[in-house]
């Protein structure tokens, strides 16, 4: 009785990851030298090989399991047998033999399904089962085996396994672009560690809020939860999850452009992978890390040398994920040293590899955008459509996670590429577009006053039309945010119901209240009946929250339960009513700036922004200036009853103007040329210029380049933050050429 009481106390010690003290009363167990039962013997031995797991003596520790395993089937203690089943198959998983895992774990279920009904330990076998099918490519497979993980533990069993799986859980959502679904498990699982005493736990939450920050591109939100996972790691001497913790802080100076600060970063963590355990995945994550920051720096033959002791180890490990990021660096690496055929064909096995694992993962958005690129400064123009094709599919992907950031980095390559007079083959990049729209086709836009030849408009209103996801437009003014929305609208389900838009930034603050959630007679001076809000006036069809940014603090918090409960209350009222409404949000700034400002509720950009689209400027679609001057023409032909043309050259101005207002601006001038032009019907260029003097930044083909310069120069500072070297990398010139072009702009 006493041994088994040291044994559970083992346990627990191991389960809080108190390895320290465990292994001292692992020790003085064995030097008293007692005799013991078969079973008692096996399980002190695993214990062992625990202990033995946890210095990263793998190998070793297999060998134990499998040791006890034989003596285990002779003695046919079902019990034992499960739990020796689920140690093998998590320490299996760490050396790579995810086959040999999966077999383990498939046999521990069965015997706790049909020989103990032990729920704590299939919880366990599953969780594995899981991670063995994620590292082995089997993504859809792993999410059912960890949701089923969750499902075995039993409510009494305590939070630990259950959280621990929910952990592994998010880490595979993540990777699989669920990061808002990742992001919900850890905050809730942070939560319950701290106030469960769970320190290994809380640390691994933390670390993965760290890691989905670093996607999200919220430097400052993953710095205070690396912190939060250092101090708690150096606290306990958790020496993996230093380690990680040192492979997030190098993710989050890159993220700021210190590529040199990042690979010292990752190099001092290679080191302590080498000095303390052989953790092949850690030192392959961290290898091609340490290969993109020396390709960045200019190391170009340290890249190699990186990238391809990376690209070894994931070939051990059969990892797919890893594999598939290591052919992404190496194919990088050999673009820089000329050798472009074997670079773009290790690119596209990248984006292969990633996309049977999944069509929304961060990593396949990054492949995309890095095949596109070195397509375009690579090859010649014939090939430029499939270099489109692949920066759209990098775009989606950023649009379903939300990250404006990413959205606006490729944005200016892609309207690099518009830009250019060459017709693209656009019924190929449809295709690949809207190939899963469902009910909406890119022609069926027109009828809703959609006028656009842009793939990155298209596809996105295509593919969230029929939808009923929370939307959170982003533009500038004039680009047409209201229409977009009105159209997601009409090509829902609530399309029968109605469309109400509100205009945030008109509502004054002392009225805001009473707008949005209406009100009862009396229940203010000046409530004089009932009124019905202009949410609830919404319910069963579609609000849009125009300027959405413009709402105050208190409005604000209002707005975020009645998003969380589905309830709206009017002001005076203690009665809840029940709404079912889609929420379309619109801005013209940058949310996320604001939410890292203060000057907007964190918790409601997230219940707003299901999804991003982002409507490209005039300035980043010039192919849609003549279609849109045509339609509009048309349009005000109509209207007077004549027919209304433009010269060839007040079209060529029009068309090499920026139009800061955009759709809006453009659709003015239109009318007011229309009314003022002579009895022939023709716009000329003279008329043009007598209403917009300050037409473009110069004439004929000399101008127009320079006009485009200037803008794709801006785009990219703007989207890299004004980090010059950043956007030389984005437009694919030397910086000091960038510095140049800058100095003469002035």
């Known amino acids: 009785m006493g041994l088994d009481r040291v044994l559970r106390k083992l346990d627990r010690l191991l389960s809080r990851g108190e390895h320290a003290r465990a292994k001292a009363v692992y020790e003085a167990l064995l030097r008293k030298a007692e005799c013991h039962s078969n079973g008692d013997s096996a399980r002190l031995a695993l214990v062992g090989g625990r202990l033995l797991a946890r210095e990263g003596k793998y190998d070793d520790a297999v060998a134990v399991g499998r040791r006890v395993l034989r003596t285990l089937k002779r003695t046919i203690d079902p019990n034992l047998l499960a739990w020796c089943h689920l140690l093998l198959s998590g320490w299996l998983l760490r050396t790579g033999d995810y086959e040999a895992s999966i077999k383990h774990a498939e046999a521990g279920i069965y015997l706790c399904r049909w020989e103990i009904r032990n729920g704590g330990v299939e919880g366990d076998l599953f969780n594995n089962l899981g991670l063995a099918q994620k590292n082995m490519g089997l993504w859809d497979e792993a999410e059912r085996s960890m949701k089923r993980a969750l499902g075995a533990y039993p409510h009494s069993g305590g939070a630990g396994p259950n959280l621990r799986s929910a952990s592994n859980l998010a880490i595979l959502l993540r990777k699989k672009g669920k990061a808002s679904e990742a992001a919900s498990i850890c905050r809730e699982g942070l939560h319950l560690c701290e106030r469960s005493g769970l320190p290994l736990l809380e640390c691994r939450y933390a670390l993965e809020l760290g890691n989905i920050s670093v996607i999200m591109r919220e430097h400052d939100v993953g710095h205070r939860h690396i912190m939060r996972a250092s101090r708690i790691a150096e606290s306990h001497s ?48 961290l290898l091609h890390r340490v290969a993109l920051m020396c390709l960045r720096t200019g190391r170009t033959s340290e890249a190699r040398q990186y990238s391809q002791r990376a690209i070894d180890l994931t070939g051990d490990l059969s990892d797919k994920y890893e594999s598939a990021i290591c052919l992404r660096v190496l194919g990088q690496t050999e673009i820089e040293e000329g050798l472009t055929a074997s670079g773009l064909d290790h690119l596209r096995e990248s984006v292969r590899v990633l996309s049977s694992l999944s069509l929304r993962a961060p990593g396949l958005a990054l492949s995309e955008y890095t095949l596109g690129c070195a397509i375009l400064s690579c090859r010649e123009e014939r090939e430029w459509d499939e270099a489109l094709i692949n920066l759209l599919g990098a775009r989606r992907i950023y649009s379903i996670l939300g990250v404006g950031e990413a959205i606006r980095e490729v944005d200016v390559v892609v309207s690099s590429v518009m830009s250019s007079k060459r017709p693209f083959r656009r019924a190929a990049v449809a295709d690949t577009t809207h190939s899963t729209t469902g009910r909406a086709t890119a022609r069926d836009l027109g009828r809703y006053g959609i006028v656009t030849a842009d793939d990155r408009i298209l596809g996105d209103v295509c593919h969230w039309g029929s939808t009923d996801v929370r939307i959170l437009i982003e533009g500038e003014t004039g680009v047409g945010k209201e229409l977009v929305a009105r159209t997601l609208h009409a090509l829902g389900r609530r399309r029968e119901h109605r469309f109400v838009a509100v205009d945030c930034g008109a509502l004054s603050e002392t009225l805001a209240d009473s707008e949005l959630f209406g009100h009862i007679r009396g229940s203010f001076t000046g409530a004089f009946r009932d009124r019905v809000g202009l949410i609830e006036e919404a319910d069963g ?81 010039r192919g849609d200036i003549d279609l849109l001057l045509y339609h509009f023409l048309g349009l005000e032909g109509e209207r007077c009853g004549r027919d209304i043309r433009l010269s060839d050259g007040a079209r060529e101005r029009l068309c090499e103007y920026s139009w800061p207002g955009n759709v809006r601006e453009l659709k003015s001038t239109l009318e007011a040329l229309a009314v003022s032009v002579g009895e022939d019907g023709e716009i000329s260029a003279g008329l043009v210029e007598r209403f917009m003097p300050g037409l473009g930044r110069g004439s004929g083909l000399d101008g127009r380049v320079k006009a485009i310069e200037h803008e794709e120069i801006e785009r990219a500072l703007s989207a890299c933050n004004g980090n010059k070297s950043k956007a030389a990398r984005m437009l694919g010139i030397a910086r000091r050429t960038l510095y140049s072009k800058i100095k003469k702009d002035r």
């Not at 210190?258 to 052989?278: C, H, I, N, S, W």
């Not at 940058?590 to 991003?612: I, M, N, P």
């Open 541 to 621: 069809g579609t609000l849009l929250l125009d300027e959405v940014g413009e709402l105050s603090e208190a409005v604000q918090a209002k707005l975020l339960r009645v998003l969380e409960e589905g309830e709206v209350r009017r002001v005076g009222d203690n009665k809840v009513r029940r709404i079912d409404i889609r929420v379309i949000s619109a801005t013209t700034k940058d949310l996320g700036q604001a939410v890292e400002t203060g000057r907007f509720r964190r918790d409601l950009y997230y219940r707003l922004k299901g999804a991003l689209i982002r409507i490209p400027s005039l300035r980043e679609r």
């Open 238 to 285: 958790y020496t993996r999850e230093l380690i990680l913790v040192k492979e997030v802080e190098g993710d989050l100076a890159s993220l700021l452009g210190r590529f040199e600060d990042a690979r010292k970063t990752y190099e001092d963590a290679l080191g302590q992978v080498a000095r303390l355990m052989p953790l092949a995945d850690l030192e392959s994550e």
